[in-house]
């Protein structure tokens, strides 16, 4: 099941795409400001954003191009009251996949959010990420540590993932604990640092620095 993410300050727009997508078999999760979907889609854990451009704090187009420069390659496709040319010509070469304005027609985005999942599927597949030394195997889940076959737990090897799809990006706790554990994990819980901990012990300290007062990053060698 696909998810999206909705990134919409109007409480009514955001109700009716939420809930048209949702009756057509989506998964959805809506947020109301820029900062928050930028933290949000970092995760990778969504298929698809539904960007609006005018939000609180990050607008949309900051939102979109730090998404793109942090490698977030999640299609976005901006939904905004903006309709002139220099603004659509700047949301796409910002990264946005399509371009829709309000006020919009539920049947016209449900046929673009299905285009677009269409396409992203056909994209090839990576099935091994690597950073210096490190590679993780997503077919056969094994990791390995120069010459070493590393064995991970469920949960290490999520973390390792998320870890190895953003090199050189500083997580914070709360986005770990999004991606890997889920949105309603307590987030007094010292559950990623214990975790991080482990990894170091597996693969090397040096594998994971700790940045401190904002989280965790795997360097980018």
Do not use: C
């Not at 737990?153 to 890997?180: C, K, M, N, Y």
């Amino acid at each position: 099941m696909n998810r999206i993410l909705i990134v919409e300050d109007e409480e009514r727009i955001a109700s009716f795409v939420e809930k048209g997508l949702r009756a057509n078999g989506f998964t959805t999760t809506a947020v109301a400001d820029g900062d928050a979907a930028y933290e949000y889609a970092l995760t990778g854990g969504f298929d698809l954003v539904v960007l609006d451009i005018g939000l609180p704090g990050r607008d949309g187009f900051t939102v979109l191009r730090e998404l793109r420069e942090s490698r977030v390659t999640t299609p976005v496709i901006v939904l905004t009251a903006r309709d002139s040319v220099r603004d659509t010509v700047a949301g796409l070469e910002g990264g946005a996949d399509d371009w829709m304005t309000k006020p919009f027609r539920f049947e016209e985005l449900l046929a673009r959010v299905r285009l677009r999942l269409r396409t992203a599927a056909r994209a090839p597949e990576v099935t091994v990420l690597r950073s210096g030394a490190l590679s993780l195997d997503l077919r056969t889940r094994r990791a390995r540590a120069g010459e070493r076959t590393v064995d991970l737990t469920a949960r290490e090897f999520v973390l390792l993932e998320l870890f190895l799809r953003h090199p050189g990006q500083v997580l914070s706790r709360e986005q770990i604990l999004s991606h890997v554990w889920g949105y309603d994990f307590d987030p007094g819980s010292n559950i990623v640092d214990v975790y991080v901990r482990a990894l170091r012990k597996k693969l090397g300290a040096q594998q994971v620095e700790t940045v401190r007062g904002m989280g965790y990053r795997l360097p980018a060698w």
